[in-house]
């Protein structure tokens, strides 16, 4: 059949159109849905990329928070006794002999532990208040129980806590030496700068308050031996037994926050 310059025309353009349509589904379309994907892509890997510059930002002042932590925590540890120096029972004893020979007692009898886990308690004041039911039913406006409550609140607090358990070494000592020489004894472990308690006193042969005694034996018609007087002088000889708990903490290694 033969096609006239119109039809040609008219079969020209369809052709052309049929081709550009089928450029577009078979290269531009799949093309374009690969530009889009690609934009996706990109805009995670961006959002990605500004997370993780966060974080790395936020490095310098994590690393600062650590070290201030670990150094917060070290400070800490330094109240209580080294592990060094109390790790088994012959460390603890080294370590208190120094506090008799300042103080001019005489050892008598010592017996000390190795190190093992203890309980160490919170230490705090419990107040006391008399006549309280009393107390309730005059305080009108309630000023005085909030004033208690206040005053109370830290002992409440802290009695309810659990016993922390950490390192704990005990050394119970005999010792003679004059009154003197045991309150400073007494006094040197009190001072000192370490997590040392002791935990119960006994004293033999002491009388606190020796004007009151004598005006107690005066008025009892009492009369001392040469031996009881000599006994209440100052720089006579008495005996004292001591139960004492070193306490110590294990050190934290210290981090390592520089990059490799």
Known sequence: ????????????????????????????????????????????????????????????????????TYDATMKLTGDFVAYNDMY????????????????????????????????????????????????????????????????AAESNTLKDRTKETILGGTYSISVTGTKEAIWKYLEAIEKQDKTIIINSVSLNGVIIDVDAYKAQMDALEIELSEEQEAALEDDAEVSAQFNITLYSVYDLSEPNVEAD
Not at 1 to 16: P, Q, S, V
Not at 91 to 104: I, L, P, R, S, T
Not at 120 to 134: A, C, K, N, S
Request: proline share 2%; with cysteine.
């Open 88 to 151: 088994n029972a012959r460390k603890v004893d080294q370590y208190m002999q120094h506090f008799a020979e300042d103080c001019e007692v005489k050892i008598v009898n010592l017996n000390a532990s190795d190190i093992g886990t203890a309980g160490l308690d919170y230490y705090y004041f419990t107040p006391t208040f008399i006549g309280e039911d009393l107390l309730t039913a005059a305080d009108l406006n309630g000023d005085r129980q909030a004033a208690n409550a206040e005053a």
């Open 1 to 68: 059949m033969k096609l006239n310059y119109r039809d040609k025309i008219i079969l020209g353009a369809l052709l052309a159109f049929v081709i550009l349509l089928a450029g577009f589904f078979l290269l531009i379309k799949p093309k374009y849905s690969d530009i889009k994907s690609d934009k996706a892509a990109l805009t995670a890997a961006e959002q990605e990329r500004d997370d993780v510059d966060a974080k790395i930002s936020e490095i310098p002042r994590l690393q600062e928070n650590i070290k201030n």
